[in-house]
């Protein structure tokens, strides 16, 4: 059984920092690339920060410079670091972990429940 389960989402004022957890269970880590990806009501879900198993990181243009993605292999944790955070950031963000490189994915996914980002003062 794989999960993956997020937390420290909450509200942030405008400015302010958060930092998301992604603990992995089973066997969805080692091998594994995991990114964040963050759906606003009425948006499509956008993908926000990737970080491969080797340790590459890529970002969404709009986060660049104010999120960092990390992971903790002993923790089995991926971390994203977020700062300055805008009103815009506000979404649910999930967890992803897929097998596969930045960008190709191959065979099976999973996917976290979410945990909800709010910056609003």
């Known amino acids: 059984q794989v999960q993956l389960v997020e937390s420290g989402g909450g509200l942030v004022q405008p400015g302010g920092s958060l930092t998301l957890s992604c603990v992995t269970s089973g066997t969805a880590y080692g091998g594994y690339s995991i990114d964040w990806y963050r759906q606003a009501p009425g948006n499509e879900r956008e993908r926000v920060a990737v970080?491969?198993?080797?340790?590459?990181?890529n970002y969404a243009d709009s986060v660049k410079g104010r999120f960092t993605i990390s992971r903790d292999n002993a923790k089995t944790t991926v971390y994203l670091r977020m700062n300055s955070l805008k009103p815009e950031d506000t979404a649910v963000y999930y967890c992803?972990?897929?097998?596969?490189?930045?960008?190709?994915?191959?065979?099976?996914?999973?996917w976290g429940q979410g945990t909800q980002v709010t910056v609003s003062s």
């Open positions: 970080v491969t198993d080797g340790g590459e990181t």
């Open positions: 992803h972990a897929y097998r596969g490189t930045i960008d190709i994915q191959i065979g099976a996914d999973y």
